[in-house]
């Protein structure tokens, strides 16, 4: 009788532990999926660029292209306030126009010039102001990304610089170019103190060789202030690097994975940009192009898989326009969850990804109509989700 007993409690015993680990098994896949859910236009004679959100104030930072004005939008695409700086003059920050913008802390609103970073309060009277030690002079039709901070005690760093947009070769085509540019100078607001931080790491791509990926030389990079951290990743990488704040020590990597990604040899240094060897770094090779977090514990990356030289030739034969790193067939994004990448890759989607809004949602700047000349900017807010 005892044995009998204890073979049926066996038996029960096994039988649970199976349903567990059947359990945990099905709850650890996940199958997720990208689904539109809102949308807005801004009406505006020309285009908009919206570099930022505050949840605090539910509205939108953004820049109206060729006015030059700066534009408070709300959730639903109405332009709250605009504010002209831009010309020379008492209260005004010159001919330059901004490479980035974003709500800084206490929602002051920043703009950073290709030679100043400035922060205002909500009338726009100027907070702080101070010069950036730029290395060469650039030029663009507006903000090309958000401008990153992070606090430490009383000070306030920004995170600041051209190449922190652009890929360091249209700066400067030396040693220095190479290498110092298309990393980050920190400034401190309140005393204007700069210098550059975190060079190349040793296992970097673009350590590995003397040669220059022009046109790869980018990064996508974010401050997480939930986790106080920094998170960059670079166009080559097959990592993303972690970096403590605020003393900026580099924590850990988490490394990435590309179902496809099309690689073609640098160039020497000075190569110059009509060369043909240059043509397969700026069209054709893959590369990271955003990394942005979407709550307290999922970031996704959006990544270009690259094509061959023939496949480059046969579309653009059939198309003269054809822009392959802007072709949502030609990308992925990629989902890390909780420090580690997922197994499944999403299909890319038509448009620009902008920046995340948290609850998995992010915003989408949608293309152009090419045929028609509009007078609205239409965005649209996606949402990623686990079933």
């Not at 009998?4 to 997720?32: D, H, P, R, V």
């Not at 959730?75 to 504010?83: A, D, N």
């Not at 996508?220 to 990592?239: G, T, W, Y």
């Amino acid at each position: 009788m005892k044995n009998t007993l204890l073979y049926f409690l066996t038996l029960i015993f096994l039988a649970s532990c199976g349903q567990n680990e059947t359990k945990e098994t099905e709850t650890s896949i996940s199958e997720y999926s990208i689904t539109k859910i809102d949308s807005f236009e801004v009406n505006n004679l020309t285009r908009v660029f919206i570099r930022d959100y505050s949840a605090e104030l539910d509205r939108y930072f953004g820049y109206a292209m060729v006015e030059d004005d700066l534009l408070e939008i709300s959730g639903e695409g109405e332009i709250i306030k605009r504010t002209h700086k831009k010309g020379d003059g008492p209260g005004l920050y010159g001919n330059w126009n901004p490479i980035g913008i974003s709500f800084g802390p206490e929602q002051e609103r920043i703009v950073e010039l290709p030679f100043q970073i400035l922060s205002y309060d909500s009338t726009y009277s100027v907070i702080h102001s101070q010069r950036i030690q730029s290395p060469l002079p650039i030029r663009t039709f507006g903000p090309m990304g958000r401008t990153e901070y992070f606090q430490n005690s009383d000070s306030t760093f920004y995170l600041v610089g051209p190449s922190n947009y652009l890929s360091s070769h249209y700066l400067i085509q030396n040693e220095e170019g190479r290498d110092t540019l298309k990393n980050f100078y920190k400034i401190h607001i309140q005393s204007g103190d700069m210098k550059s931080i975190i060079p190349y790491r040793e296992s970097s791509p673009y350590r590995q060789t003397d040669n220059i990926y022009q046109e790869l030389m980018t990064k996508s990079f974010l401050v997480d202030h939930e986790k106080q951290e920094l998170l960059i990743l670079h166009a080559l990488s097959k990592e993303i690097e972690v970096y403590n704040l605020p003393t900026l020590d580099f924590s850990r990597s988490i490394p990435i994975t590309h179902s496809e990604f099309v690689e073609y040899s640098p160039v020497p240094l000075g190569t110059m940009g009509n060369d043909d060897r240059i043509k397969p770094l700026r069209f054709m090779a893959g590369r990271n192009q955003n990394l942005i977090k979407v709550d307290s514990d999922t970031y996704l990356i959006k990544y270009f898989t690259g094509v061959s030289e023939a496949e480059y030739q046969t579309r653009i034969a059939n198309d003269a326009t054809y822009i392959p790193n802007s072709d949502p067939e030609e990308q992925a994004i990629l989902i890390i969850k909780n420090g580690e990448q997922v197994s499944q890759e999403l299909s890319g989607i038509a448009g620009s990804i902008l920046f995340g809004l948290g609850d998995g949602k992010f915003l989408v700047l949608e293309p152009e109509n090419q045929e028609v000349e509009e007078e609205k900017t239409r965005f649209s807010i996606y949402q990623i989700k686990s079933s």
